[in-house]
C-alpha cells in the first residue's frame, strides 16, 4: 500500500531565508512523487514532479525537491522564501502501476516579512 | 476560461437534500477524480473514472455516487446529504503517468 507522511502541520520562516517542507512516502514499487501549492480559496497547483532521472527536481516559482531513495524522503526546498510563498503544500505519491495519487495532510508554510 | 470548471463554488443545503456538483474539463484527460479536503486530513478520493465507460470506488465512496457524462464531464452525486459531508471538494484530472489538474473546488456546507 502507498502512503506519504509531512510531519510538520505548520512551517514558519522569516522571508529571505532558506525553507524545507517535509515530505516521507512508502510504497511498495517505484514512486512518482509531487509537490502541490494551494492558496487560499484555490484548488491545488501542480509545482513539480520526480518520475526518474535526478534526484534533484526543479520546479515553479523556484522550489525544487530531492529525491531520496535511502530515506524515502522528497522534501521541498527553495533558497529564499518570499512572503508570497505562504500558503498550504501537499505532497503525493502514485507507485509504478497503480492508478491514482495518495495525497499527505497538507503542510501550512507562513513566511514572516 | 479554466481547464478545469467546478460548479457551484459554494452551497448550502439541508440534511436529507439531494445534491449534484459538477465537473468539466477542456484538457482532453480522460482520467477524472473526485476528492474531498477536510482540514487535518488532507485530500482523500471520492471516485475516479479512467473513461466514460470506468467507474471506481475511491478511499470513502459510501454515501456518494459519480456519473461520467462525457469524456469532458464528471458530476459528483450526495443522494441524502449529512452534515459530516461539509466539506471542499475537488475535480481534477490527469492523462496517464502524468499529475493532476484541478479544478478551484466546491464548498459544500449540510445544515
Known amino acids: 500500500a502507498q502512503s506519504v507522511a509531512q510531519p510538520e502541520d505548520q512551517v514558519n520562516v522569516a522571508e529571505g531565508n532558506p525553507l524545507t517542507v517535509k515530505c516521507t512516502y512508502s510504497v511498495s514499487g517505484n514512486p512518482y512523487l509531487f509537490w502541490y501549492v494551494q492558496y487560499p480559496n484555490r484548488g491545488l497547483q501542480f509545482l513539480l514532479k520526480?518520475?526518474?532521472?535526478?534526484?534533484l527536481v526543479k520546479g515553479s516559482y523556484g522550489f525544487e525537491a530531492e529525491f531520496n531513495k535511502s530515506q524515502t524522503s522528497f522534501h521541498l526546498k527553495k533558497p529564499s522564501a518570499l512572503v508570497s510563498d505562504s500558503a498550504l503544500y501537499f505532497c503525493a505519491v502514485r507507485e509504478s502501476g497503480a492508478n491514482n495519487l495518495f495525497f499527505g495532510t497538507g503542510t501550512r508554510l507562513t513566511v514572516i516579512p | 476560461d479554466a481547464d478545469v470548471t467546478q460548479t457551484p463554488r459554494n452551497r448550502i443545503t439541508k440534511t436529507g437534500k439531494r445534491i449534484m456538483l459538477e465537473c468539466s474539463q477542456t484538457?482532453?484527460?480522460?482520467?477524472m477524480y473526485w476528492y474531498r479536503q477536510d482540514p487535518g486530513l488532507g485530500l482523500r478520493l471520492i471516485y475516479y473514472?479512467?473513461?466514460?465507460?470506468?467507474?471506481n470506488k475511491g478511499e470513502i465512496s459510501d454515501g456518494y455516487s459519480v456519473s461520467r457524462q462525457a469524456q469532458a464531464k464528471f458530476s459528483l452525486s450526495l443522494e441524502s446529504a449529512i452534515p459530516n459531508q461539509t466539506a471542499l471538494y475537488f475535480c481534477a484530472t490527469s492523462r496517464a503517468g502524468n499529475g493532476y489538474t484541478f479544478g478551484s473546488g466546491t464548498r459544500l456546507t449540510v445544515v
Open positions: 484538457k482532453g484527460h480522460d482520467r
Open positions: 520526480y518520475i526518474t532521472g535526478d534526484n
Open positions: 473514472s479512467f473513461d466514460v465507460k470506468d467507474i
